[in-house]
Nanobody, 114 residues
Framework: VQLVESGGGLVQPGGSLRLSCAASGSIFSFNAMGWYRQAPGKQRELVARITSGDWTVYADSVKGRFTIARGNAENPVYLQMNSLKPEDTAVYFC?????????WGQGTQVTVSS
């Protein structure tokens, strides 16, 4: 299974973007799907995660601004990002994992700048 992120780009502070994660194959019995980000010179960090039971977890820095949602088999997970800030600038990665497997996308660049 390959994951491909899309929806990144350049946006002004206060703007919005919606990231999508496309899956090339079927995903069964996943444990959780998530979005991570990595800014230059920093470690990759969790942005948001949703479990198979629809429990969600958000990084404190994005609570109230970002929303993770499940989609369909072709696009299993989305990330709606509102009220974007310059500190949200990073490469955003989609991750889906289950028992004995763990898939990552190549990332999509999000740049928040005026």
């Amino acid at each position: 299974v390959q994951l491909v992120e899309s929806g990144g780009g350049l946006v002004q502070p206060g703007g919005s973007l919606r990231l999508s994660c496309a899956a090339s194959g079927s995903i069964f019995s996943f444990n959780a799907m998530g979005w991570y980000r990595q800014a230059p010179g920093k470690q990759r960090e969790l942005v948001a995660r949703i479990t198979s039971g629809d429990w969600t977890v958000y990084a404190d820095s994005v609570k109230g601004r970002f929303t993770i949602a499940r989609g369909n088999a072709e696009n299993p997970v989305y990330l709606q990002m509102n009220s974007l800030k310059p500190e949200d600038t990073a490469v955003y990665f989609c991750n889906i994992w289950g028992t004995g497997w763990d898939y990552w996308g190549q990332g999509t660049q999000v740049t928040v700048s005026s």
